[in-house]
C-alpha cells in the first residue's frame, strides 16, 4: 500500500514540474517520505557531517541502500552498500550491536523503507539521512568511488535527475 501511495504522491508533486531548483524538487519528496515514515527518525546532512568530524564520538555505521550501479558511481566515505530488500534479520545481525546506524539511498524512500524494516526488528539507534545523498552532494559534501573523492552521483532517473545540481549528475 506504501508503494501505491508514493507513486500517487511523487506523480502529483512531480509530474508537468520543470520549475524550482534542485532544492525545492528534493525538499516536497522529503515531505512525503517524512509524512510516510513517520516513525523512522532522520538527521540533516550538517548533523550528519559535524557527528562524523566529532572525534570524541564513536561514528555511524553508514549503509547506502542504492542499486550496484549507483553506489559505484559515488557514495559517502566509509558507507556500505546494502540491498533495498535485504533480509532485516541477517542485516541486524551483521550490525555491531548499539552502533548507530545511517542509512541513506537517493532521496531517501528506499533508507526510510528499510529503516522501518530495523526498527521492527528491534534496531535501537537507526535513521535516515535527510535528503539523502542527492542533498548530500547538493550541500558540497565529500563522496567517494573507490576510495577516491568523487564529484558526481547517479541519478537513479531522468525524473530523480532533476533533484540533483546538474553538475553533479553522472550519466545513468
Known amino acids: 500500500m506504501k508503494a501505491i501511495v508514493w507513486t500517487l504522491a511523487f506523480l502529483v508533486i512531480g509530474c508537468g514540474q520543470h520549475n524550482g531548483t534542485p532544492e525545492v524538487r528534493l525538499d516536497k519528496i522529503t515531505r512525503e517520505i517524512a509524512a510516510e515514515f513517520p516513525q523512522v527518525p532522520t538527521l540533516t546532512p550538517a ?35 546494502v540491498d533495498s530488500d535485504a533480509d532485516v534479520k541477517k542485516l541486524l545481525a551483521s550490525l555491531t550491536p548499539k552502533r548507530p546506524v545511517i542509512l ?41 568511488r ?5 564529484h558526481q552521483v547517479h541519478p537513479y532517473s531522468s525524473r530523480y535527475a532533476e533533484m540533483l545540481h546538474p553538475n553533479l549528475r553522472s550519466e545513468p
Open 104 to 144: 541513506y539511498c537517493s532521496v531517501g524512500y528506499r533508507s526510510s523503507k528499510l529503516a522501518e524494516q530495523l526498527l521492527e526488528a528491534g534496531a535501537s539507534d537507526v535513521r535516515n539521512l535527510e535528503g539523502s545523498i542527492f542533498r548530500w552532494a547538493n550541500e558540497g559534501r565529500p563522496l567517494q
Open 146 to 150: 573507490d576510495g577516491m573523492p568523487a
Open 47 to 81: 548533523e550528519l557531517a559535524a557527528w562524523l568530524d566529532d572525534a570524541d564520538r564513536e561514528p555511524p555505521i553508514l549503509l547506502d541502500v542504492r542499486e550496484p550501479n549507483e553506489f559505484t558511481v559515488s557514495h559517502l566515505p566509509g558507507a556500505r552498500r
